[in-house]
C-alpha cells in the first residue's frame, strides 16, 4: 500500500523541475541569476522540496516570496539564499525581517522609515519601483525624481538598499503596441539605475525580468530573473510557445471509484444538467471542486482513462465527479486517472484546463488545495 491516501494527488516531478531551472539558466547572460519565484507554495508544487531542490541540487541562490510566512519557510530549506519579499509585510514584523535575514520589496520612503522605526537591526531591501503596473512601488513621471528618492532613503539609518526592481504587466504579449508599453517600462528602470550611477551609487541589483521577458526579451541588463511559472514549465501565456524542453513539473491523478451503465432517461449529477440519451457507461472519479478541480469544468473538462479522453458529464461535485467511459470498456473501479499531465501518448496541461474555463495556469496549479498530497519523485 502507499503512504498516501489513493484518492487524489498530485506527482511532483524534481527531475523535470532541475531541468526547466537549467533550461532558464541556458536562456539568460552569464552576468544574470535566477530567482526562483516560490510563492503560493512554490505555484502549489510545495517549497520544502522545490527549494530544497533548487537550492541545494541546481546551486539557485536567490528567491523571491510573497510574504513572511513564505519567506521563513524557505529559509528553512534555503538556509544561505537571498530571500525577497515581493510583497507587503507589516512594519511591525520588520524584527521577524532582519532576524531570518530576509530581504523586504520597499515600495515607499514612508513604509522604508516604518520597517527602520521596528527593529533594532539592519533591514536588506530592494526598492519596488511600479514603471506601469499600476501596482506598487514608487512612481514618478521623471526617472530622475525616482533616483533622487532612492538617494534620499539610502541615507535612512539601518536601512540597506541593495537593488531595484520592476514588474511588467504585459512582457507576455507580441502585440507590437505592449511590446511597446514594456519597452518603456524598462527603459524607466534603466535610465533610475544609470541615474543614481551618476550619483555615484552603484547597486548590486537592478531586475526586471519575470518569466516572459526571461523567454522572449532577455537581457543582460536585469541582474536577475524572476522566473515563475517557466520554472514549473508552464506558460506565461498560452498564445505564445516557451522554450524548447521545459517541461510541466506536476501531474494530478485521481482513481474510479465505481463505474455504470447508464440508460437513456438516466440523469447525471447535481441539477440534472446531464440527461443519459443512449446507452453509456458512466465512471465516478475520487477528485472535486474541494481538490481545486474548478466547477467550472463542468460538462467540459476531460480525463486521460488508459490513455483516452473522457468527456465530464453532469455537474462537478464537492469530493467527486463523473466521465463518460463508454469508449474505454476495460475502465473499471480503482483504476488511476489523470486530470493533468500525460498518459499514453495524450497529455492534458494546466495551461489547457485553465483555457477551458478562462484563466491562466498559474490559477489552475495554484489551486490544487492542500487536501491533494504531493507526491515527489524523480524521473
Ligand atoms: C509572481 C511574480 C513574478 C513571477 O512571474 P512569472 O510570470 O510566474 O514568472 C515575478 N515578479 C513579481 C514581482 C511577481 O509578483
Redesign the pocket.
Known sequence: MEPYLKRAWAEIDLGKLKRNAEIIRGLNSPSTKIMA?V?ADA?GHGYEHIVHALAQECGIENF?V?NLDEAIAVRESAPKADILI??YTPPEYAHEISANDIIQ?VVSTEYAKALVRNTPSPIRCHV?IDTGMGRIGLKHDDPKDCAAEIAEMMKIEKLSVEGI?T?FAVA?SDDPDNVAYTDRQQQYILAVYDRLKEMGIVLPHCHFM???A?CYRNTPRSTLS??????YGLH?DMSLPIPEGLEPVMEVKAVISQVKTAQPGDCISYGRTFTVDHEMRIATVTVGYADGYSRLLSGKGEILVHGKRCRIVGRVCMDQLMIDVSEVPEASSGDIVTLIGRDGDDIITADELASLYGTIG?EVVCGISKRVPRIYKEA
Not at 226 to 231: P, Q, V
Open positions: 519565484v510563492k505555484y523571491a510573497s515581493l510583497g520589496g519596488k526592481y514588474h507576455d519575470n518569466s516572459a526571461t524572476r522566473a515563475g511559472i517557466i520554472l506565461p498559474y
